[in-house]
Each structure stands twice: as structure tokens, then as C-alpha cells.
């Protein structure tokens, strides 16, 4: 079946040091989703992109799929205590089913 | 307000004692899915249901049943519950394809003695 390798697994930074979690596939994607789980949460949907190299942006999150379809990243600036939790990628394929990435878990000092 | 609610969100149990998570919508979602987490696993698919009276299974369906009688129930029951069947489950439903955003419950917290 699809699978979706997400890294790193974990990230531990200082605050107002930036942060990047990479997704990636080894086939085509229709789209692919990022989601963000808080400590002792459930995932909340933070976007879709859906075009070839298309990039969003929400405040300090910067979010790129790739030319080919197969990547994707999630960049925050400047991160602040409130940005710690496990960011997940998933991604939609033919099989009816939304396949995540294992998530990277994402710690700030403050 | 729009939500996904699963019970109980606390259990602990004994092997073998049938159980049932429920999931409720009030969005009229037509496809809903359950996932379980795993600590170094991720988030993987129990089932899914694309509407009414259609399911079928996901990655890891082993030891799980499901039902969708109506649009906006999706109980997840575990018929002989064993230990390695304690994880944290989700509920999750989106407006009428997997690859829409999903809303998920806020968990429900499995252990199996």
C-alpha cells in the first residue's frame, strides 16, 4: 500500500529557532494534508495543498508540495511554545484511505 | 457546533469482555474512519465507511468490526478484546471522500488487562 516517510521523529529547539518536518512519498500524490496533535489532543487539520509546487502560508507555517508531487515540507519561524506537538502529513491516494506519515514530534524551550 | 464524539473516553478492561467505542457526527458526513495510535506507529486505519451500510478495512482491521446503520453512527467493536489491542483510538469523519480534511473525536483511550 502507499506509505508516506516523514522526518525527522523528533525536534527539539530553542524558541524563535525555525523548524522544518519533510514528508515524502515514493509515489504521486493526489494531495496531501498536514495536521497538528497538541499533548494529549487529536489531530486538527491545518491544510491541503493539491498543485504541483504550490505553497501556503498561515502566519509563521510555511507549507510546499513538491514539483513531482511525492514531497512535501512544513516550515515554522520563529517557533514559539505554543507550536510543541506532533505535526502529521497525510496523504490521499486511489485506495480510498488517507495515509499518515509516523509524525514529528516537535519540542520548544522556552 | 460541528463535532465528532466518540464514548467512553476512558476504559480499562479485561481480555475477552466485548466491547464498543461510539462515534457520532453532526456534520452529515458520509465517510467516517477509525484510526488507532501508537506511540513510534503514527496514526493507522482501522476501517472506513464511505456511506451508509459501506465499509471496509483499513491497514490493521484484525480484531475489530464495524457498522454504519446510520449516516452519523460509526461504533467500533471489539468483539474479544487482548492487550495488544490497548492504543489510543480515534474518530474521524470528512464531508463525502478520504482525502477531504478530517475532523477527528478527541479519543478514546484503550486498555486491555
Known sequence: ???????????HVQEGEDFTTYCNSSTTLSNIQWYKQRPG????????????GEVKKQKRLTFQFGEAKKNSSLHITATQTTDVGTYFCA???SNYKLTFGKGTLLT??? | EA????NPRYL???TGKKLTVTCSQNMNHEYMSWYRQDPGLGL???????????????DVPEGYKVSRKEKRNFPLILESPSPNQTSL???ASSLDRWDQPQHFGDGTRLSIL
Open chain 2, 12 to 14: 480499562i478492561t479485561v
Open chain 1, 41 to 52: 489532543g487529536h489531530p486538527v487539520f491545518l491544510i491541503q495543498l493539491v498543485k504541483s
Open chain 2, 3 to 6: 463535532q465528532v464524539t466518540q
Open chain 1, 108 to 110: 520548544v524551550n522556552p
Open chain 2, 44 to 58: 493507522r486505519q482501522i476501517y472506513y465507511s464511505m456511506n451508509v451500510e459501506v465499509t471496509d478495512k483499513g
Open chain 1, 91 to 93: 496523504a490521499g491516494g
Open chain 2, 89 to 91: 483510538y480515534f474518530c
Open chain 1, 1 to 11: 500500500g502507499q506509505q508516506v516517510m516523514q522526518i525527522p521523529q523528533y525536534q
